[in-house]
């Protein structure tokens, strides 16, 4: 009778495991939240195997959590460091009570590793002797393990699942912001391009947005102003803030305000906005087709180049005053005026394109362009060779920012 009836019990015991395997691989093929998995997977081993003491830690983003915790004091999970006490432990461990290292109602350690990679551990305190002196929890602990195994490799899956799914969306936003971004970049398509004036500009954000924005905008018949800007940092605040510095351009751009009063309320507006966390370098000008009077503000920008090709001179245009958002209240502002006399050569552009490195010289960008612009051909040809000679859309390691370029050229009807 005796060994039919361990036969009998050994039979349930069985049994017991199998179904409760069945029941937790149907939940997690349900597709269950985790939160209910960890419900079946903790009623299974508190009212079913009884077991007094159960926590698990478990790995999220770098950080580890307490998913669960029947029977030990708060204060354990308080004070516990797994990253620290418990990386040690590669495999199902009996310990003995040691106050430096662990509570001493700590009896078994359970690891779960992920992909080789320890992602959990099942922490089994009370583990107290039957008559004939073997646990029940010892008995059972290799269904444990599994079963742990098989619940947190399910919650693993579970947040890589949802990592996933977030970055897909993100990835579409992204996608979105750029677009929208390009949009209020104008397109080659908008430029001027006549007889007194072409534009050919380069946008080549370093992420997918970036920070960077130059504008061309027509005032009047005879008259056009255009910018170049870039604020500080990179990434989806950068351009978020970049398009609002956009919006507050273009609405306060109009003919007849001065250039002094457009550069106060922009930098009003940018202080609002970015709450000085973050600054905007800006170079905006204005040019009279009539007059062919050239007035322009540098706002801590990095100085457009002006060559004149018939005196084979160059020139830096750096007069004007700090950057947008630096300063409460910009103390001075200085504004230039040229007088342009025959055909001539704008460079506006980034700080992206001369922080270029090559070799140890870190001036190489800067002394690039210079040499480029600096002869009479095409703008448009100085940009295809910077653009090319720099390996800017093909790879160039030594790119870490946005790098964009505006570049103009005037004309006469004697030139």
């Known amino acids: 009778m005796a060994d039919k009836s361990t036969s009998l019990k050994r039979l349930q015991i069985s049994n017991f495991k199998l179904n409760s395997l069945l029941e937790i691989t149907n939940a997690i093929n349900e597709n269950l939240s985790v939160e209910d998995l960890l419900k079946r997977y903790k009623k299974i081993l508190t009212e079913e195997l009884e077991i007094g003491k159960v926590i698990i830690f478990k790995l999220n983003e770098n950080v580890w959590d307490c998913i669960i915790n029947a029977g030990f004091p708060e204060s354990l999970t ?8 418990l990386l040690s432990f590669t495999e199902i461990t009996f310990i003995s009570a040691d106050p430096n290292r662990f509570s001493e109602e700590v009896d078994i350690i359970i690891p779960v590793n992920h992909k080789e990679k320890p992602v959990a551990y099942v922490l089994i305190g009370d583990v107290d002797e039957e008559s004939d002196g ?16 098989i619940i947190i490799v399910a919650i693993e899956n579970i947040r890589l699942y949802n990592q996933s799914l977030l970055q897909v969306a993100m990835k579409r936003e992204m996608e979105l912001a750029s677009k929208m971004q390009t949009m209020l970049i104008p397109s080659h398509s908008k ?11 380069f946008y080549h954000p370093h992420y997918d947005v970036g920070g960077d924005y130059y504008d061309v905008i027509e005032l009047s018949k005879d008259e056009l ?16 803030l970049m398009s609002n510095f956009q919006a507050n351009l273009r609405a306060l751009f109009i003919q007849g305000v001065q250039l002094e009063t457009l550069v106060k309320l922009l930098n009003e507006r940018v202080l609002n906005s970015a709450n000085g966390e973050k600054f905007i370098t800006l170079f905006i000008a204005r040019y009279n087709f009539v007059t062919n009077d050239l007035e322009f503000i540098n706002a801590g920008h990095n100085p457009p180049l002006l ?64 040499n480029e612009i600096s002869d009479t051909l095409p703008i448009e040809h100085n940009l295809k060779e910077i653009i090319t000679l720099q390996k800017i859309e093909t790879g160039n390691p030594a790119i870490f920012d946005d790098i964009s370029i ?9 030139s």
């Open 78 to 85: 308080e004070s516990f460091n797994p990253g620290v006490q």
């Open 134 to 149: 073997i646990s029940p929890i010892i008995k059972h602990l290799r269904f444990i393990q599994t079963l742990s195994n």
């Open 307 to 370: 060559y004149d090709l018939q005196k084979s001179k160059l020139s830096l245009l750096e007069s004007g005053c700090v950057g947008m958002g630096m300063l409460d209240e910009i103390p001075v502002i200085n504004k230039e005026s040229l007088k342009i006399t025959g055909p001539t050569k704008l460079l506006l552009y980034t700080d992206g394109l001369v922080e270029l490195i090559q070799g140890d010289d870190v001036g190489y960008g800067y002394k690039f362009i210079v």
């Open 225 to 240: 102003g255009f910018c170049i800007a870039d604020v500080s940092g990179k990434g989806i605040s950068a351009a978020i």
């Open 191 to 201: 430029l001027p391009w006549n007889n007194n004036i072409h534009f050919k500009a």
């Open 406 to 414: 505006l570049g103009i050229e005037l004309f006469f009807e004697n």
